[in-house]
């Protein structure tokens, strides 16, 4: 038998995994630090207990004690059976080819309430597993509405799918640069120049300047598919513009600065701010020089009728139009000159670009440019994609702009909030109202893979039951509500006696999982393992509040009891936060 062994490692899951870890290191004669990686927190049961953490034997002794002649399960029960009990483990077993530990049930409770008061919103984020992921300055490119066209849904996924990676980013320890990057160059601004002198209006520019821009866009398209000459004035007003011309140039800014105001205003209606505004409209020189280094390096090819192309694939011939044959440049080129500028500005470790999948091969061909180019940070540029959303329309009709989901959810939680007849007290109820609807359209929008297209249901992301935003806000606001019941709110003096309820329990353990989650969303940048997680904190939360009254109990197991649910709201709400909701206190 081997001997009790005692070592406190840092972090909260690896200083119980660090008493499994010596114990199995020994045994089986790897470093602890390897053996600590095959240990995870098992995931919570509805039904039974569980154990708090398991030993993959598989992973741990592949190619070491490879044994033909034993099965993984009898593997596991024979390590676990070299396995003493200690001062942090009280039980040790072997459960489909995995030994399993459990901690002494009061040291479980002592500490992870411990580490949560003391590490407050850092809570699961200073932990040894994510300690090893590198850190550094991550740039995210996402939202980038189209000034004159729609901000479709595609923009708000794009939008709420971006905040949340930036959110993330930031959370474990990197610097994020948030950058919008607008759609406001290009032929929809000769249309658009066009276009406002035959229908715009300078005040309703002013009093509503997206849906005027909108609109005017919409009418000189379809008058200008009849009119050649039309077309051939938009892009004499694009030529004009590109060459700098005082009067088109005017005119545009114009719409921009507008334009950037409207969007300024929603954004904060979702919390969300950028650190840069950039645009198409910034690259139009520097993409000549893009062109230029193309052309250095002889992979630009000039046809006789003045489009330039890069071969993309040597021998394969996949060519992409840099350049157009009046000479405009094109969308890739200035993503070529965007992504330059960024790397020469801020020397980024990552780079991120949030859109929808139409737009994969777009991103194939801007990251092999770049490494066309030598650009060494080519390798650093990722591409995250997203699906459509079909069905997501306001009681008007089709979503044209961002503004009217963002109302439409409002409205629909204010009418359902005043059928329950529990928001009278509220304050400001559209305030709340507006909180709760955007936690809706975020997690309806976050619960499957992001590649996949999902139809939009008002009813099902705003019911109260299930897995939905407006649940967790409720539970949010109700675990918040118990902060009145406090007497005297000392969160380090509690009788530990007072918590050992399984309820309390397998919310403790589902808490040591925090950062194995947040490892897993780093990997593949998916909101849902993110909000799965939270919908098991958030029902784990709600049986232990219905099996756990603070009224009615003595004050010691009062004060035990409201300890365990403040805990268990800061984790909720600084996770909800992650994903870009804001919890509401009360509704
Ligand atoms: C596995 O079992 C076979 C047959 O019983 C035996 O010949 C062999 O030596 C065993 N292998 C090991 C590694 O023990
Ligand atoms: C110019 O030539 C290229 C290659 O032959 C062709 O793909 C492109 O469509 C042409 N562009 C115009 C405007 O004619
Ligand atoms: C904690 O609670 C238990 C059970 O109610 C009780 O026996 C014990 O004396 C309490 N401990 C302290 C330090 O008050």
Same mark, same amino acid.
């Given at each position: 038998m081997v001997p009790l062994t005692f070592l406190w490692i840092t972090f909260y899951s690896l200083h119980f995994i660090g008493q499994c870890t010596l114990q199995v290191s020994r045994i089986v004669g790897l470093p602890s630090e390897t053996v600590a990686q095959s240990i995870r927190a098992v995931p919570v049961h509805r039904k039974h207990e569980s154990p708090d953490?398991?030993?993959?034997?598989?992973?741990?002794?592949?190619?070491?004690?490879?044994?033909?002649?034993?099965?993984?399960?009898?593997?596991?029960?024979?390590?676990?059976?070299?396995?003493?009990c200690d001062t942090v483990i009280s039980e040790i077993g072997a459960d489909r080819g995995s030994v399993t530990f459990k901690v002494h049930r009061d040291l479980l409770i002592k500490t992870v309430l411990h580490k949560i008061t003391q590490d407050g919103p850092r809570f699961g984020l200073?932990?040894?597993?994510?300690?090893?992921?590198?850190?550094?300055?991550?740039?995210?490119?996402?939202?980038?509405?189209?000034?004159?066209?729609?901000?479709?849904?595609?923009?708000? *996924?794009?939008?709420?799918?971006?905040?949340?990676?930036?959110?993330?980013?930031?959370?474990? &320890?990197?610097?994020?640069?948030?950058?919008? +990057?607008?759609?406001?160059? &290009?032929?929809?601004? @000769?249309?658009?120049?066009?276009?406002?002198?035959?229908?715009?209006?300078?005040?309703?520019?002013?009093?509503?300047?997206?849906?005027?821009?909108?609109?005017? +866009?919409?009418?000189?398209?379809?008058a200008a598919e009849q009119d050649e000459n039309l077309r051939s004035s938009a892009m004499e007003f694009l030529k004009r513009l590109e060459g700098g011309e005082a009067q088109a140039v005017s005119l545009w800014t114009h719409f921009r600065e507008l334009s950037i105001q409207e969007y300024a205003k929603i954004y904060k209606r979702l919390g969300i701010h950028f650190e840069e505004y950039s645009g198409e409209s910034f690259y139009r020189e520097k993409s000549q020089h893009v062109l230029q280094m193309l052309r250095n390096r002889g992979v630009l090819k000039e046809m006789e009728n003045g489009t330039g192309v890069v071969d993309l694939s040597e021998g394969l011939s996949t060519y992409k139009t840099v350049v157009r044959s009046d000479g405009t440049s094109l969308y890739i080129t200035r993503d070529v000159a965007a992504a330059i500028d960024r790397i020469e500005k801020y020397d980024f470790d990552e780079m991120i670009y949030v859109t929808d999948k139409?737009?994969? /091969?777009?991103?194939?061909?801007?990251?092999?440019?770049?490494?066309? #180019?030598?650009?060494?940070?080519?390798?650093?540029?990722?591409?995250?994609?997203?699906?459509?959303?079909?069905?997501?329309?306001?009681?008007? @009709?089709?979503?044209?702009?961002?503004?009217?989901?963002?109302?439409?959810?409002?409205?629909?939680?204010?009418?359902?909030?005043?059928?329950?007849?529990?928001?009278?007290?509220?304050?400001?109820?559209? *305030? /709340?109202?507006?909180?709760? &609807?955007?936690?809706?359209?975020?997690?309806?929008?976050?619960?499957?893979?992001?590649?996949?297209?999902?139809?939009?249901?008002?009813? *099902?992301?705003?019911?109260?039951?299930?897995? /939905?935003?407006?649940?967790?806000?409720?539970?949010?606001?109700?675990?918040?509500?118990?902060?009145?019941?406090w007497e005297t709110k000392d969160l380090t003096d509690f009788n530990?006696?007072?918590?050992?309820?399984?309820?309390?329990?397998?919310?403790?353990?589902?808490? #040591?999982?925090?950062?194995?989650?947040?490892?897993?969303?780093?990997?593949? +940048?998916?909101?849902? +393992?993110?909000?799965?997680?939270?919908?098991?904190? @958030?029902?784990?939360?709600?049986?232990?509040?219905?099996?756990?009254?603070?009224? @009615?109990?003595?004050?010691?197991?009062?004060?035990?009891?409201?300890?365990?649910?403040?805990?268990?709201?800061?984790?909720?709400?600084?996770?909800?936060?992650?994903? &870009?909701?804001?919890?509401?206190t009360n509704m």
């Open positions: 953490f398991q030993l993959f034997v598989n992973s741990l002794l592949d190619d070491i004690h490879a044994d033909a002649n034993f099965t993984v399960q009898e593997k596991a029960q024979k390590l676990a059976s070299k396995l003493n200073n932990t040894d597993l994510l300690s090893r992921i590198p850190k550094g300055k991550t740039i995210v490119e996402f939202s980038s509405p189209n000034i004159a066209k729609k901000f479709h849904v595609g923009h708000l *996924r794009s939008t709420i799918i971006g905040n949340y990676i930036a959110n993330l980013k930031e959370a474990i &320890g990197n610097e994020v640069i948030r950058i919008n +990057y607008l759609g406001d160059w &290009g032929l929809q601004f @000769g249309l658009l120049g066009t276009g406002f002198s035959k229908f715009g209006s300078e005040k309703e520019l002013r009093d509503n300047p997206l849906e005027h821009l909108f609109n005017v +866009y919409v009418k000189i398209n379809e139409s737009q994969q /091969t777009h991103f194939q061909h801007l990251f092999k440019i770049l490494q066309i #180019l030598g650009e060494k940070h080519s390798i650093r540029c990722h591409h995250v994609p997203f699906g459509r959303v079909q069905g997501m329309k306001t009681r008007k @009709g089709d979503v044209i702009f961002l503004e009217d989901v963002l109302d439409e959810a409002r409205t629909r939680m204010l009418q359902n909030m005043a059928a329950t007849s529990t928001s009278k007290h509220l304050e400001d109820p559209a *305030r /709340t109202a507006e909180k709760i &609807g955007a936690a809706a359209l975020i997690v309806q929008d976050f619960k499957g893979p992001l590649m996949s297209d999902y139809h939009f249901d008002w009813d *099902r992301a705003l019911q109260s039951f299930g897995d /939905t935003g407006v649940f967790l806000q409720y539970t949010h606001a109700r675990l918040h509500s118990l902060q009145g019941l530990i006696s007072c918590l050992q309820e399984p309820s309390v329990i397998s919310t403790l353990q589902h808490l #040591l999982r925090y950062d194995e989650v947040i490892l897993q969303c780093l990997d593949d +940048y998916q909101p849902r +393992y993110l909000v799965n997680y939270l919908m098991g904190l @958030g029902h784990l939360a709600n049986v232990a509040h219905r099996a756990l009254p603070v009224k @009615g109990s003595t004050s010691e197991v009062a004060q035990a009891r409201l300890l365990f649910f403040n805990n268990v709201q800061m984790v909720l709400a600084n996770t909800m936060k992650l994903l &870009g909701i804001t919890p509401v």
